[in-house]
């Protein structure tokens, strides 16, 4: 029965946005009140899930089947997720089954989609870079005889929703990588740029909601996609990231070895249990709550374990992070400020809060930027040479 103070949610959960009710106390503090009403919520939604798999190496298939953290798991126990379509899970194999050509949906995959997307309300969930190339026919990226595009295309202009599952499909990732010639694109972004995302390549007009990460962690992902199936209307930020996981909070805020980088006690090797700053750990520029999260079921997270944070979160992963084992400043990362200055930048910050986290977005930004143009303009110059 539908309460009717709270929407079909049940008593102190209603249909505003889950996520946003997440951030503000927490999100295995949510789940630990209300889970029966989340898992009500979702069991009793009839969106299916269409998950389509670009350029990409799977690993958020596998993020994803590796949900950890208990509260979700029971609430997932009752939440009636109709993963409808995923190439990488299903028994479908396509058009040809042993040798022989599958008339029925049973079999064919093709068939499949082709019946979801004309005939069901569905979310489409996209893991993995679109391709563009070779000149904007997406033919570096073929399935079952169809540039990858096209297919993205038929999903993305029916869906109801879009999530785009990791940093490849959020951002075009590492499939966009300096030296690649792919044309890899983000759904609705490659880096920073919405112009270039594959939605306004194709012009639809559809919205985003970027899960990045390399891979997405599951809370991340499934989170969201109950956020979604509510029709709820989640918080986002400037690169259309939930808020409740990406919000203006670096992981290096609340990174364990921060007393560490507090003190300036530097490792300046691996496996030396102090900040790994020296070490090319990029904390401070990726907005992520890893630290508070963290994976593998809540046991530990890159920086804990002695891993630097690659910020594999931002738009502009991999390039403008790398080396990931050199110092930022390296990399002029902080647009040419010097490292005591970009160290001040980022004590200050847990002081000054969002204004800074948002003077060093744009420094990365910049930074990135002046470089692409000097790369372009030395490929010009190349070219030009007789
Ligand atoms: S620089 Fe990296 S290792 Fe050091 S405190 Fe910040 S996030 Fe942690
Ligand atoms: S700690 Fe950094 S590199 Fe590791 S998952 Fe989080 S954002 Fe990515």
Same mark, same amino acid.
């Given at each position: ?191 920073? /740029?919405? %112009?270039?995302?594959?939605? *306004?390549?194709?012009? +639809?007009?559809?919205?985003? &909601?970027?899960?990045? =990460?390399?891979? $997405? ?117 902080? /647009?040419? %400020?010097?490292?005591?200055? *970009?160290?001040?930048? +980022?004590?200050?910050?847990? &002081?000054?809060?969002? =204004?800074?986290? $948002? ?28």
């Amino acid at each position: 029965m539908e309460d009717k103070e709270h929407g079909s949610c049940g008593p102190g959960l209603s249909r505003r946005s889950f996520l946003t009710m997440a951030g503000a106390v927490g999100v295995g503090a949510l789940l630990c009140s209300h889970a029966p009403q989340v898992a009500a919520a979702i069991e009793n939604s009839s969106t299916k899930l269409v998950w389509l798999k670009g350029a990409g190496c799977g690993g958020c298939t596998a993020s994803f089947l590796n949900g950890g953290n208990p509260e979700i798991l029971s609430a997932l126990g009752k939440i009636k997720l109709d993963l409808a379509y995923h190439e990488g899970l299903m028994a479908q194999q396509g058009i040809f089954v042993e040798g022989v050509a599958e008339n029925t949906e049973a079999y064919n995959s093709i068939l499949k989609l082709r019946n979801i997307i004309n005939n069901e309300k569905y979310i489409l969930v996209v893991e993995g870079a679109i391709l563009n190339g070779p000149d904007g026919t997406g033919k570096y990226s073929m399935i079952g005889g169809r540039p990858f595009k096209d297919i993205f295309k038929d999903a993305a202009s029916g869906a109801s929703g879009i999530l785009a599952v990791g940093t490849c499909a959020s951002f075009g990732g590492i499939s966009k990588a300096s030296g690649s010639d792919i044309d890899a694109r983000g759904v609705g972004y490659t880096g920073t /740029s919405r %112009i270039k995302g594959m939605l *306004g390549e194709l012009g +639809i007009n559809n919205k985003v &909601v970027n899960v990045p =990460g390399c891979p $997405a962690h599951p809370d991340w992902i499934l989170l969201t996609l109950a956020d979604m199936i509510m029709d709820a209307d989640m918080e986002l930020d400037m690169y259309h990231r939930p808020k409740a996981f990406f919000g203006d909070s670096s992981v290096h805020d609340s990174c364990p070895r921060r007393g560490y980088f507090d003190r300036a006690e530097r490792d300046t090797g691996f496996a030396g249990g102090k900040c790994l700053y020296e070490m090319g750990c990029k904390g401070p520029l990726a907005h992520a709550d890893c630290p508070v999260r963290r994976w593998n079921g809540g046991v530990n997270m890159c920086t804990q374990s002695g891993g630097p944070c690659i910020a594999c979160v931002e738009p502009e992963f991999p390039d403008a992070f790398s080396p990931f084992f050199s110092k930022a400043e390296n990399r002029e990362i902080f /647009s040419g %400020i010097d490292v005591n200055t *970009g160290a001040k930048i +980022i004590l200050g910050a847990s &002081v000054l809060g969002a =204004g800074i986290h $948002a003077i060093k977005r744009l420094a990365i930004g910049e930074s990135y930027r002046d470089e692409l143009d000097s790369r372009e303009k030395k490929k010009d110059d190349m070219k030009r040479r007789p």
